[in-house]
Every structure is written in structure tokens, then in C-alpha cells.
């Protein structure tokens, strides 16, 4: 058997701190002063300014002509500088899809995090962490759950302010949020107040905050299971009931990293939930009526998917072009035989395909590929107890039938 070729680390990471060189050991120093090229940001740069000798290269903007500059200089040392941790919400995420690990030499240092938890005294293990840098702060909305604890990374000295409005307006005022500034460093700042109270100004934009969640009656909390109440959605009635929709969801088994179609999407109900399954979810929602892509937009943001994609138009014609899903969703009324083909040819080998019908003539289409092509057929039939004069009586929602199937 062949050897594989031993390769020679080029590349050092180093994390550093808000102390600047007061914070790096001896061998970080070194390398620092040694090295021919520097990259990092403005304010790296600045930091690490007395230990510098060499050409000094601040991120450009995108950011990916930077990382082609890196790559140009394989083979030659080079030193990049990073906050912290190069590997947590860092530099080096981004570098490695490019650079072996066995190229590069990394040097961390304590996370933003990290140095947050110690201060507050949170464990981590414990504690939510979710960086918002650069990111819609609606991504915090999933993880407001009463007792909880997060640590949320913000993009600048606005950031703390707008999470306090976020908590108030979604019935979690009373909640306690810390703001910690330029942690680590000579500024070092830490203020406490209730969400609702809010009136920190002139925040250092390097901050985290740290939240205990309290939520007050009516609070938007978002369960951590499938099949959602409706009422969490704006709709027009047009929307996947959450009953059907928690089996919807099982029958989709969403794994990790995948992509869901959801045709028909109506109030986005389905994608929505897809993609709170877990963070590496993925969908599209494929809506024709403009304004209900736009209230699926506005449930997207409400949930804390915001990165959910909606396509306008009006399937088969709007699959064109879309990358291939994993698995996909077909609900409503409909029976137009070429959606289903057309989703059906696009999907991947190994794909799930999950089709609800509430009409005959859909569940006439449904019947005709079930008996063509296999796959399993159940009967949903669900019904709600509901006033009957001064008495109560069951009500009876409209029976589903519904394909599952999975492409060869």
C-alpha cells in the first residue's frame, strides 16, 4: 500500500483576545513576529500591532477574495488572526473547506462565549449559544422556552437593544438580559436589566448578552414538537391542520442536512416545522398567490426560519431549476397529475414523497400512482368536540387520504 504523502503545516490560526499580546503565550508571539504575511481584521491587526513584522493584509470585502488570497500563499507561512476560538463561529469554519487540517496550525483562544459563561457563571453544557452576528436575530425566537438560559453573539451596538424589543413584543418583558462588552479587554463592561426595561446606550459593538428567559401569559412559545397549534400561523384557512400536520411530519422523517419541497405551501406550515426540526434543515416553499408567499415570509421570520426560501409560482413550471430535494410535500385540493410527475422525476433516489388529498379527484390521482408505483396509503379521519346546542357533539373535519413513498 501506497504512503500517503506527509504534508507541512503552512498555516497558523491564532486566537486572540480583547488584551491583544498580553493575552497569547510565548510560541503565539513568535510565530506572529516570524511570519511574512498577517491576515485578520482591522481591529486583529491594530491588537496585535507591536508583535507584527510582516506585510500586513486586513479582510477584504466579500470576504472570499481574502480567502483566495490565503490560498495563493500555499505552502509559505502565513498567520491569520481571529477572536477567540478560530473554530467556533470563526475564521477557520471557513478556511477548512479549502485548507486540510493537516496544513494548518491552530492556536485558540477563550470564545466570546466561553468568557461570557465565566462571568455569569453558566455552564455550558447547560447554556444555548447562538451567534446572531450578521444573522437575523429572529433566530432566536425557537429557543425562547421559560428557565432557559441562552448566550446570543450580536452584530454590533445595536444588537442588544433590538433583542429587548424582540423579548418584549413576544411576551417575554420580564426576562433578565446581560449585556457583556469588549469582554477580556481594558473596556470590559457588564449591565443587567429586565428586557422590558431596557435603556443601555452606546453598547460596545463587540458584545454578547446573556438571557434568562421569563415568559408572561400569552407568550409566544414555540413547543418543541411537531404539529404546532394554528393558531401560532397566520393563515387564510388555507394551511395543513396540526394534527395531519404532526403525521405529515413524521411520515416526511426529516434527517440531517436535507432539503424539503413543499408544493402548495399555503401558510408555509410545513416547511416552517421542517426546518425546526433541526438547524441543518432545509426547504422551499413553492406558493403560486403572491400574497400568500408574502404571509408565508412573515410566518418564516414569526418561527425563526427566516432563511426558509419561498418560490412564487405555480408548480410544474416553478420547479425549474430548483435543486433537487431530498424529500417533498404535496397538500390542497388539487389534482393535476403533472405536479406529482414532475415532483416525482426531481426527486432523489432515496427521496420520501408524502401527498395529502382532501378532494376525490386527488385521492383518485393518489390511488392510481399507489397502485402503479407502491408505497403506503392511510386514511386520516379526525374529529372535534364542539358545542351542539347547550350539549357538546363531535364535529368531523374533512378526511385526508394520504400517499407515502419512497423513489428507488
Known sequence: MAEIPSVQPWLTLIGIGEDGPAG??????????????????????????????????????????????????????????ASGDPFFYGVGATLSRRIAAAEMTVIPAPSSFSLAASRLGWPLQETTVLSLHGRPIDLIRPH????????????????PAELATLLQTSGFGQSKLTVLEALGGPHEKVSRQNAAEFALSGVNDLNVCGIEVK???????????????????????????????????????????????DIGAGSGSIGIEWMLADPSLRAIAIEASAERAARIHRNAANFGVPALTIVEGEAPNALAGLPAPDAIFIGG????????????????SGGRLVANAVTTEMEALLLAKQARKGGSLIRIDIARAAPVGRMTGWRPAMPVTQWCWIKP
Request: glycine share 12%.
Open 24 to 81: 497569547i503565550g510565548d510560541a503565539a508571539r513568535r510565530l506572529i513576529a516570524s511570519a511574512p504575511v498577517v491576515f485578520g481584521g482591522a481591529r486583529h491587526i491594530e491588537l496585535m500591532s507591536p508583535v507584527i513584522t510582516g506585510e500586513r493584509h486586513q479582510w477584504l470585502s466579500p470576504f472570499e477574495r481574502s480567502v483566495e488570497a490565503v490560498l495563493d500563499r500555499r505552502g509559505k507561512p502565513t498567520v491569520v488572526l
Open 144 to 159: 425562547l422556552h421559560p428557565g432557559r438560559k441562552i448566550l446570543a453573539l450580536t452584530s454590533d451596538g445595536k444588537g
Open 215 to 261: 415568559a408572561e401569559a400569552g407568550a409566544r412559545i414555540l413547543p418543541l414538537s411537531a404539529g404546532l397549534p394554528d393558531d401560532l400561523f397566520e393563515h387564510d384557512g388555507q394551511i395543513t391542520k396540526r394534527e395531519i400536520r404532526a403525521m405529515t411530519l413524521s411520515a416526511l422523517s426529516p434527517r440531517h442536512g436535507e432539503l424539503l419541497w
Open 333 to 348: 385540493g388539487g389534482s393535476d397529475a403533472g405536479v406529482l410527475d414532475a415532483a416525482i422525476g426531481q426527486l432523489k
